[in-house]
């Protein structure tokens, strides 16, 4: 178990209105990363974070943004969200610089319904 | 740009039944290739981080194989409960700590 937590675990939410996820670790991992899977499509990377306030886009970041002020937290937001944003999303953190591992440990994930 | 491809989609076996899902990939330079495990509804789960052409990793009935091309996760004599999907995800050599993840496996196993 890797201490990671996802909220909420689901959402509804409406065309245009922003909505902000967070994943929260307990173990002060430096790595962090934010995925959604799609039918299809399988997980793909939206962005993540090497640090406080150091972070990086992934494949498919268009629509979203994230922030890290805390070694702990790991926000993703939809600024204006679209019914092509509705999926699963997951978190994950990776003990890259910690260990010589580089295996990603993922959270459970929350559901995200854009109607 | 890395690639990854796992065939097949979907494999229904009977218990007991033997098979391999393939995983092949292309990157500019591998730094490990990951196999997960992931039930409906939940996050992927770990099992095993290959890193050089003729590696072998083992957990019960897996067995999972690397060689330049491609890596195959072997499932011997397998149960209802090995039933999940099955990702592989690969680590390049140009990349920063990202992996690059298949599509999936889909298994099932019917008693």
């Known amino acids: 178990d890797a201490g990671i937590t996802q909220s909420p675990r689901h959402k509804v939410t409406e065309t245009g209105t922003p909505v902000t996820l967070r994943c929260h670790q307990t173990?002060?991992?430096?790595?962090m990363y934010w995925y959604r899977q799609d039918p299809g499509h399988g997980l793909r990377l939206i962005h993540y974070s090497y640090g406080v306030k150091d972070t990086d886009k992934g494949e498919v970041s268009d629509g979203y943004s994230v922030s890290r002020s805390k070694t702990e937290d790991f926000l993703l937001t939809l600024e204006s969200a679209t019914s092509s944003q509705t999926s699963v999303y997951f978190c994950a953190i990776s003990l890259w610089g910690q260990s010589s591992s580089y295996e990603q440990y993922f959270g459970p994930g929350t559901r995200l319904t854009v109607t | 740009e890395d690639q990854v491809t796992q065939s097949p989609e979907a494999l229904r076996l009977q218990e007991g039944e033997s098979s391999s899902l393939n995983c092949s990939y292309t990157?500019?330079?591998?730094?490990?290739l990951f196999w997960y495990r992931q039930d409906p509804g939940k996050g992927p789960e770990f099992l095993f981080t290959?890193?050089?052409a003729g590696e072998e990793k083992e957990k019960e009935r897996l067995k999972a194989t690397l060689t330049k091309k491609e890596s195959f996760l072997h499932i011997t004599a397998p149960k209802p409960e090995d039933s999940a999907t099955y990702l592989c995800?690969?680590?390049?050599?140009?990349?920063?700590?990202?992996?690059?993840f298949g599509k999936g496996t889909m298994l099932l196993v019917s008693p």
């Open positions: 995800a690969v680590r390049a050599h140009s990349g920063y700590s990202t992996l690059t």
């Open positions: 290959l890193y050089s």
């Open positions: 173990e002060n991992h430096r790595y």
């Open positions: 990157v500019s330079g591998l730094r490990g």
